[in-house]
């Protein structure tokens, strides 16, 4: 009796070893067009199957414990491994990873305690959990791109700051015009994302619960949902890391710091 879960997920994963067939299809178009990506899918395919198994485990766990702290404990797992990443795109900002974590952090939980208390989503694993790695991913995508394309754009454009500086300005003012096009350019794919949903492909929430049985109307209207949260976190996040990255920078004495902007 205590072997039946192993004995499920190994009888379970039959269509999925059987999907590998896509993968092989695409291992032998690698080789025959030499583009020497074999070893590279291989290797991506079977860290998937890793790190799934092992997330469906945890996931399995959790979901029996009736402790809200497993729920925080996997939350804050999900933002500290995001705002690392996020804080590896934007590399060249000082503290990039302290910046993005807190940045996720803070917009995915503003996020999510307004569902709760609007009572979108009941506080328990099997909701927050799934509802919060949808955040957190979305989030960690837009700080990152937000952080790096400030940076840049301060850059291109020091002279300008510079000028404005000179003129009176203070560090936000000299780089309003700067927060802003980083903004649009990182929200755009989700707000556009927003706008095709249903139209060009069936998002994945909606997809599995159709799959799993769901009418096409229930599946819909998680999906608003979604969009609609994945919006509101994003926004929120990208908006708090240019506040805590601008002040990075500068000099306390207003004046461009030159040693974040010598590297390329």
């Known amino acids: ?37 074999e070893g590279e899918m291989i290797y991506s ?6 790190q799934l198994s092992i997330i469906g485990f945890v996931l399995q766990f959790i979901f029996s414990q009736k402790n809200a702290a497993w729920i925080i404990l996997a ?13 590896q795109r934007a590399k ?37 959990i799934p509802v919060a790695g949808m955040m957190v991913g979305n989030a960690m995508t837009v700080t990152g791109v937000t952080m790096k394309k400030l940076r840049d ?3 291109i454009q020091m002279a300008l700051v510079e000028t ?26 989700v707000l556009d994302n927003a706008k095709t949903v249903g139209l060009i492909s069936l998002p994945g929430a909606m997809t ?8 096409p109307l229930e599946a819909i209207q ?12 994003s926004t929120v996040s990208s908006i708090f890391s240019t506040y805590l990255s601008w002040p990075s920078f500068f000099t306390k004495a207003y004046q461009l710091e030159t040693k974040v902007f010598s590297s390329e």
């Open 1 to 37: 009796m205590e072997w039946n879960w192993l004995k499920d997920f190994l009888k379970g994963m039959i269509k999925p070893v059987a999907a590998l067939a896509v993968v092989f299809m695409a291992v032998g178009l690698s080789y025959v067009q030499k583009l020497g990506l």
């Open 45 to 50: 395919v079977f860290r998937a199957f890793v």
């Open 75 to 87: 939350y804050l797992f999900m933002v500290t491994i995001a705002g690392y990443t996020a804080g």
């Open 92 to 128: 060249h900002v000082p503290r990039g990873k302290y910046i993005a974590g807190v940045s996720i952090l803070a917009g995915t939980a503003v996020t999510m305690f307004l569902l709760v208390i609007l009572n979108v989503f009941p506080f328990t694993p099997r909701y927050i």
């Open 153 to 155: 754009d301060i850059k």
């Open 164 to 189: 404005a500086l000179a003129l009176g300005a203070t560090p936000r003012q000299a780089t309003l015009q700067q927060v802003k096009r980083s903004l649009v350019i990182a929200l755009s794919p």
């Open 208 to 215: 599995g619960l159709i799959m799993g049985g769901a009418s």
């Open 222 to 233: 998680l999906q608003i949902v979604v969009m609609n949260m994945l919006i509101g976190a």
